[in-house]
């Protein structure tokens, strides 16, 4: 009866690991640069097919997409940008604390914020073979 009741729990705490966890990624970048007053923040968006690091919980090749994010903006607006990626498993939270930032940004500097939309830019997930762990 001990190994029933055991079992049944290990697989009630299976399934609520599961659900907690749907896999989705959420994502949004934000840039300065030392020569200019001017911050560039994207929009909130969904990484479809990113991954966290198993034992770090951190985003796998999330240098690509600060990359990628810098490459966009030096080529559209300004060089020698400074970009840093914000991710999160739970988009709430993700736009609390965008919300968070833009409103600092705002505050301490009145004016030099640019918003980036999702039309205009699109983090997309890179290709690489995945190595075993």
Do not use: W
């Not at 990624?25 to 991954?51: E, K, M, P, R, W």
């Not at 490459?71 to 559209?76: G, I, N, P, T, V």
Request: net charge positive.
């Amino acid at each position: 009866m001990k190994r029933i009741f055991l079992g049944f729990i290990a697989m009630l705490m299976a399934v609520a690991m599961q659900a907690k966890d749907d896999g989705r990624i959420y994502v949004f970048g934000i840039s300065t640069s030392f020569n200019d007053s001017i911050v560039y923040i994207s929009a909130v968006q969904d990484l479809q097919g990113a991954s966290l690091q198993k034992k770090t919980g951190f985003l796998e090749y999330r240098s690509s997409y600060t990359a990628e994010f810098q490459q966009y903006l030096e080529s559209k607006y300004q060089s020698n940008q400074t970009c840093a990626i914000f991710f999160a498993t739970d988009r709430n939270k993700l736009e609390k604390k965008y919300l968070k930032l833009r409103k600092r940004i705002n505050k301490e500097h009145p004016g030099t914020l640019k918003e980036i939309s999702a039309s205009d830019f699109q983090f997309s997930v890179p290709v690489f073979q995945k190595t075993e762990e």
